[in-house]
């Protein structure tokens, strides 16, 4: 079974940076895909995901800003937030598709969410 570590948010001010870690640990063999959701009060959004073959997509509201980038040695992926914007508060959630060592796939796997806020 997989298990999900995000880490990497805080308090900045607008303007500021943030960068989000997602390490997958366990008889992982590799990620195969990888989103970014935020969650604020009456809202979640699909912030950003990346690919298998690294092809990534983004909100309208973060492109430019927000880069989803992978490490596939260490498991990892990341989402580096430039510019934040007080209305980028929220809970920020990974969610991956992992293939195991034994060759099983397991799809919309989801961390534990990290805060996230920015103040004006």
């Known amino acids: 079974q997989v298990r999900l570590v995000e880490s990497g948010g805080g308090l900045v001010q607008a303007g500021g940076s943030l960068r989000l870690s997602c390490a997958a640990s366990?008889?992982?063999?590799?990620?195969?895909?990888a989103r970014w959701y935020r969650q604020a009060p009456g809202k979640r959004e699909l912030v950003a995901g990346i690919?298998?073959?690294?092809?990534?997509d983004y909100a309208d509201s973060v492109k430019g800003r927000f880069t989803i980038s992978r490490d596939n040695a260490k498991n990892t992926v990341y989402l580096q937030m430039n510019s934040l914007k007080p209305e980028d508060t929220a809970v920020y959630y990974c969610?991956?598709?992992?293939?195991?060592?034994?060759?099983?796939?397991?799809?919309?796997?989801w961390g534990q969410g990290t805060q996230v806020t920015v103040s004006s």
């Open positions: 969610n991956l598709g992992v293939k195991y060592t034994s060759g099983r796939y397991e799809y919309n796997v």
């Open positions: 366990g008889s992982i063999s590799n990620i195969i895909n």
């Open positions: 690919t298998s073959d690294g092809s990534t």
